[in-house]
């Protein structure tokens, strides 16, 4: 166990379809990061968060958003999915904006059909 | 932006030989670079990293180079064990600020098999 709790495991849904995706970082860690894995694509940085705020963004599309609650833990919204959005989304989390020695989560896997 | 190469995209080696994983990256700015492990399943588990004041680390049988110069970074796993067998991940970061600060590059990864 990282330390990085991501839920759900695995997601079925349908095309046009919402979701959302829940992080809790490690105890102590203040950045959260979020990437998606695919198999074409490789692993591809899509926003971080430090302490609540938004700190940088990757290609995210603007049918995804992201935000990082009080507590720390976040959340990554997909909307209007498409076929092309099934992956590996997974969240990693550090104790600050320097330190990029991340522990990732181990995942949720989405599928869109 | 960042942009990182690695190969090869698949090694298979006999238990007890070594390893060899190569990067190149593209922006001279980078100045972190780590490796993680992915086993099947699970998410990437961060096995060793450099920084761009140091040439190599070691840390047991992993061990990494850097070549700021070349901009190419290596990892080498000696008396490879079957349990090394996954994918990994070299990735560069820069800490410039504006919207990458933050952020990874990963390369394409390399699925690493060691046979009994």
Redesign the interface.
Known sequence: DSGVTQTPKHLITATGQRVTLRCSPRSGDLSVYWYQQSLDQGLQFLIQYYNGEERAKGNILERFSAQQFPDLHSELNLSSLELGDSALYFCASSVSMEDYGYTFGSGTRLTVV | GENVEQHPSTLSVQEGDSAVIKCTYSDSASN?F?W?KQEL??????II?IRSNVGEKKDQRIAVTLNKTAKHFSLHITETQPEDSAVY?C?A?S?AGG???????????TILTVHP
């Open positions: 972190y780590p993680y399943g699970k998410g990437p588990q961060l990293d991940f990735a970061s800490n919207t990458s600060y933050g952020k990874l590059t990963f390369g394409q990864g």
